[in-house]
């Protein structure tokens, strides 16, 4: 098929897609709506996750603090303390970035797995503080009555205007994600992905660079957050348990972690999922893990991948040039095989 | 008199980190694993010593059961699937223990159901001891001795059998050892099942002196991910101080501050990865 | 050619999905939300039984209609609470919501529901806002509040068994912060000094910390443990463990004794107290009757959560047939409920106030061993017709701050003086009258 055909494929396809999911409201019931739009903040959190992972290369396990950071910060602001809307948004994606920023700087100066536990330690720092404080928190009991805003006259508490405000933010979020992929400062994601020494040799500001990686994917996690705690209501230490964290995770590497699209698909196919499986039976994480562990032994690159080898996906834009898990001849950081700690 | 029992706490508690943390951290340090279902390990040998206490009414029986049989799974999941990746990034094997983990707890939820339960030892060991005008309940005396025993055990293999001269060779030189004949599989699979044995040992204490409830398995995870990180990954005596280390911050931690006391076993993770990222006796890889 | 079928088929799975939810036609749908994994699992399952009990015996029909039940499990999670909740009423278009274990599911789920439109009836969430600060007219709660039995249970031990000072430690969230402040008023208005108080995170395994920092030589009558389910069962055992049942008493807060907890926990507390709604030897017509259906169906005897569910169930029943089994009023079927006449209820006569609050006895009781060799809670004394707000005037209570983690205040000293003296006090008469 000629480039060109292809891209006019490619257009076709997008507007249908792009209609239907406008038009959603129309055609499916209340609980569909609300499905939907549960895919959507999910897939905001899932975008954090598979920007580091995708084109990054880092498995981070931090992302869901700074998800439930922004709903917490919304919770005590807006709702306990009756600051107008913006501010409590706002503060609450200024909290997201700053956090980030810290943690940014701690983490940043490791790869691999050591970069996963460490980012597994700092999640469960933010998860196990707002678990046990319950003088400003609430605990485990978390903060409830959580109300959306109403930006210029629109009811946000409508299913279907809270869903099109969502979409809208949501195309947002991956048109500026494209982006990103696509400019120098993807570009250079992309080469410490496959090399951070041999990048940094040839000058680029390696620390850096991922630091504010790691900050932009946090902003995308915070966003679905605040959507998140609008859509329930509440929110609670749950945002950020380790179940949860892991379960985003899966997700991305469902979709295809070298796909730009993987964590949408990824996300889509874990919210369905479960609205279906629970109808059959409570089993449902059996049921993802089972299916996470033939992903992993199958098909690393996830259902993307598996569509690209058999010819339906394409490996042009929104590709990532790297198989996740083949190894590589030069590992990603200072050699880490061969060497431990002493007995 | 109450600080005693304070620090009798943090050894009970620092004894259980032990345990947990001395598999998991000598696993890593060989195959460059972290075992993330150590914590489902953790809860499935704790609820399958409660079953085996059932059938055969010895708590030692227990003991072994849960230990063994988590050893025997420990066995399968590294032949079955984690040799499989193995030639792959160890984020592989890592990733698969992570969904692993997922699968274990939600059976375990499927069986034993979502109320806690807790494993009663034998009368003997458990009604409370007065040593030296302090009354502490006699078991946790007992637990701290099962992990200096542990402690010793673990040296001992590590210092005096073929298998722990293997091991400690193959972690600093993987290809050499294997070019000199010995089977790199079979020490992995071995160190592996050592690893699953002590989880599964550890919950069946832990189960004892505590509970077993859906969400610990998280809970105990993410303690053992801190107490390895703050010892320094694949470090034996590591693990050993950290343990002790942060039972006595969570014991203190815990009657002044309750409000903070996990925060407060996170934070020298913290202080130690931004001084010394490799831990306190890791070696800097 | 692939990417266009690709992208076809995704719009036309997006076309296809279903308008979920069916009909409701000749059923009517009861929700039932509860915990069924956590701490409180035992409490939703007990809930489960007493629930199942009551729609058998009405063979789940109601004046022609059938009645249909959907279970949910929210693993004692607000969150998950909430993300039912809407489930049952988006997707499945309940015409009832029940359920609900602990208070802050209770106030988590009210929240949520308030403006839907459908009738509230917490089987045991007990937190008072429910029915106080934050009520609202779809909720009816037949049951109980946290402050109800705690405020008789702290006046009884002050009055009657000259405690002065009380050391509580307690589970960290609103039900807890409700018992702990109904026993306050109920004991510093009855004479006692001072109920120190502690709280600790749910769940908790360790507690040895806490129990090492009761001091022994401050003359506190009595330790009171102001939580429930494995909790509980964990405390007590550790306290026991620790040899501190010789030294200080143990009491409890209504659910800590509660079967079947109770039995996993050690025989040296004997003789310790709780205050509940019900005691296991009740021995009425009314409560004999559910008991031996309940022992015949689940082969246990049943404790105060299954009662309260069973009662629920019943009300719930009851409405809709008083309704002819019309429920498109939801306002109309509240109504009905609330002209149920429920002075049959198995643990004894309950009647509604203003805010659907049960006025009811509230039992004093002592943990037993029984003929059996297992211990039961024994009771001890009655107080008849008490109110959620106590014997207090409610303008008066509800002009106090909620209940929470420092308020009431733990001493006599510190209590404005309009919450330690009352018009009429209770009156507690023998168990059994």
Redesign the interface.
Known sequence: MTTEATRHATTIAAAIVVVALVALPAYVGQYTLTTFIRTIYFGFLALSVGLLLGQGGMISLTQTAFFGLSGYVIGLLGTERGFPSPIPELAGLAAVLLLAFVFGLVVMRTYGTVFLMLTLALGQICWSFVRQNTSLLHGWAGIRGIQPPSPFGLDLTQHAIFYWISLAAFGFGLLVLWRLAESPFGLALNGIRESPRRMSALGYPVFWLRVTAFVIAALYAGIGGILAAWSSGIVTPTAMQLSRTIWILLVVILGGAAHFWGPVLGTVIAVWLDVLISQLTPRYNTVIGIVFVAVILVAPNGILGVLEKIGAAGTGPGRWRRNLFVPRAAEAAPPTHGRGGHT | M?LM??I??GL??GALFFVLGSGL??A???M???NMSHGAFYLLGGYLGIAALKLSGSWTVALAAGGLSIALLGLVVERG?LA??R??????Q???T??????I???A??IW????L?IRSPAAI???V?LFGL???G??YVLMAIAVLIALLLWLI?YRTRFGIA??AS?????TVSALGVRIDTIYSLMFMLSALLGGIAGVLGGTY??L????D?TI??YS??VI?VG???????TLVSALLLGQIL??G??YA??????LV?VP??IV??IR???L???R? | MSKKVFAALVAAGLMAMPATGFAAGDSITIGLLSAFTGPFASFGQLQKEGAVLALEQAGYKVAGKTIKVIYADDQLDNEQAVTKAKQLVEQDKVDVLTGLVSGDEGLSVGSYMKGKNIPVVPMYSASEDMTMREWYPFIVRPTWTGAQPMDVFGYWLARTKGFKKIYMIGEDYSYPYNQGGGFKRGFLRGGGMEVKTIWHAVPTSDYSSLIGSIPLDQGYDAVLYNGAGSDAVAFVKQYVEFGMQNKIPLIGQSNTFEKPDLDSMPQEIVSAYSAHLTADDLDTPNWNKFRDAFKTRWDHSPSAASEFAYGCMNLILRGIEAQKGDVTDKAALVKAMRAVDMSDEPRGPVKLDEFNAAVENVYIRQVTLGKDGAMFNKGLVTAHDVSQFGPYDRAVYMKQPADGRTSPPELRSAMPAEMLQVAKDYEFVPFGK
């Open positions: 109450r029992i304070l009798l706490n009970t508690q951290t000598l890593f340090g060989l460059r694993v972290v699937m499989r990746v030639e792959g990034a160890d984020l592989s890592t990733l698969l992570i969904a692993l983990s997922m699968i707890a939600d059976v939820l499927a159901g979502g109320h806690p807790s458990t009604r409370p007065t009354t502490y309940p078991f946790r590590l091991v400690r972690v600093d030189d993987r290809e505590l509970q409830s859906p969400g610990e998280t995870l993410t991910l801190v990180i320094g990954l694949g470090s034996l005596l590591g014991s203190f815990l009657a309750p409000e903070m006391s996990m925060f996170f993770m913290a990865l931004a990222p490799e831990g006796f890791g070696r890889t």
